[in-house]
């Protein structure tokens, strides 16, 4: 009996977490970062119009981080299309690169937002240990999901993910 | 019994299901990490019983939680170094909570107790920040204010005392730091430049130490004030920044107690568009390191960070020779240019090819000898334009990388290398290092999600350990599993019996956030730098695990 009560309560207060767990919100913090122009940006004003969001950390020095970034940007005008996801690529840079920055990214051609955050106050507040780090947000702002290291092909597990948030097939 | 567990079951439900407001809508998140090193004896690389000395496991861990609820928040960082991975600062050994905070933020103020981390600019006569894989802290311990009166008007204000591994601030341990900072953002000031295609924004901050001076010998500033400003400019595609700081006489270990003003000079210019971008910077310091113990040496209690602003790099034999700044005096220059050759043209292929192009030098400043540098002299005196003919660092570097089609993609990079071992490293009377650098970085992605990267990289050198060949074989499963066996072979070593392999064996599994990783094997001796600090890393051998994860 003792025993059963134990299991119970267990049982009961794990339910009662996960229930917590959903119905608990997980939004960004606000953090202020740069832009690449140099105007000051408010993590608080990310957003989407009600669509998803993918916030990915990375740097000059991260070279994985990087083959992330090339992958999503191949992608990027499909996925727009098709599910309306906006991209915000925040860079951990310090004062050594930030002014490598934005000749990289314009070299690259990327298309998305790029953000920088030289003393590392976004990557701290969010939890990042190690980029890439990358954020899925739907489109309320709430953390849906989160992974970290990037490997050939993983963007297309991210982007199934997207068009579930999305409601696309 | 059966009593106390239904009450406790009944207090229980009726706890959560009427939770407080402060529980329901609050957002808890964190994270944790653990690197593990065991090592073993490996007589080849001189790694004997006596040198690992006992200490047969490293364990540096941390965990962090931080709590938010509406405007406000708190968290704290729990850290464990028992002992510390080798390599690491031995007053690291400890453990406890270094970093514990509240802050309350508006849209017009932000308040901060406890630990925390800032900059001022670009660092140069402030920053406050932690680098994990460096053992690396210096959070200040104090209030910092930040007000947003009005739209494009910054003004920050902060005091506390450094964090120092894991001594206390007692009175008069080591000195104590407050600083200002205002920043006017010309366009989100005045309505009418909002859309503007020229964007201004202009700062100033001061900062000031205070030491007590219990020299029987000098009479040492006790107060050491530090100013710089700087502005951003961007006129469409051109941007400009530069910021100017001054640190008045400051005597101490690290330049010898001289008695001269620091000077720190940081500029950058920059003009891109799609598909191309270039930027030239350029800085030049003499006597600037501002520590909050003139006593101290080594890399610890940095107010002020000085970036090197040469290219760091991602591959292990590029990586070898990094550079660390010089405080007491360096100039340098560095260029960068990426241009991508569009899809669709004949070098340019279907997917388009990128180019990067990276050059850097580093020289050490003039000095006349008028006090032969002498403790307690101004030291010398500097020609503030002219440029030493000693060259500490220069890098010219070159990359391509290439998709050539939807399973074939290539990176290759070419590096030429002078570094100034002696200066650099600390090495007695060696020449300078003078090598080439070569690698290709293929990845073959068989199917859409299994794909195997080869790493092949060669340096040349008849200096220092001499030539090094690397090579690497990396097996992935995104987004979950990667297999790794790499090699280093020093084959061009003079000392024959010290030509070794360093090879691993490396495995690890990603969930989510979470990422489990096994390495076991061979770490080369060599330097590590993340940011402007470097860290010596001894030869090791042995398995190293890594554990993290955030939620």
Known sequence: MKKLFIVLTLSLLTVLSFAQEQKSISKIPAVALKTLDGKNFNTNQISNDGKPIILSFWALWCKPCQKELDAFNEHYADWQKETGVKIYAVSIDDSRSTAKVLPLVDGKSWEFEVLLDPNSDFKRAMNVNMIPHTFLLDGKGNIVSQHTSYFEGSELDLYEEIKKLAGVK | MRKIYIIILVSLIGYTTQAQDFIKNATINGSFQVDGQFYQVDDALGITDSVIGGKRIGLNGFGKITYSYGNFSAGMRYEAFLSPISGFDSRQEGSGFPNIWASYHTDMIDVTVGDFYEQFGNGLILRSYEEWTLGYDNALNGMRLVLRPMPGITIKGLYGSQRFFWTKFERDSRGIVRGLDAEVDFNSLVKKWESSKVRVIVGASGVSKYQRDTDPLYNLPENVGAFAGRVNLNVGKLGFMTEYGNKINDPSATNGFIYQDGKALLSSLSYSQRGFGVSLQMKRVQNMSFKSDRGISSNALDINFLPPINRTHAYSLTAKYPYATQPNGEMGVQFQMNYKIPKGSKLGGKYGTGIAVNFSQVNDIVRDTIDKGEPGTLGYSSDFFKVSDAIFFRDFNIDIDKKFNAKWKAVVQYMNLYYDIVTLQGH???????????????????????????????????????????????????????FTLADQYNYGNKDKEARNHYYIISAGYIKDASRIALTYGRQSEGVLCVGGVCRQVPAASGLTVTITTSF
Do not use: C, M
């Open chain 2, 428 to 482: 007695p009377k060696e020449d300078a290092v003078k090598a080439h650098i070569a690698l290709a970085d293929v990845t073959w992605s068989f199917r859409s999600d299994k794909s195997v990267r080869f790493e092949l990289q060669n340096l040349w050198t008849k200096q220092d350990k001499g030539n090094w060949a690397a090579a690497l074989v990396e097996y992935t499963i995104a987004p979950t599993w990667f």
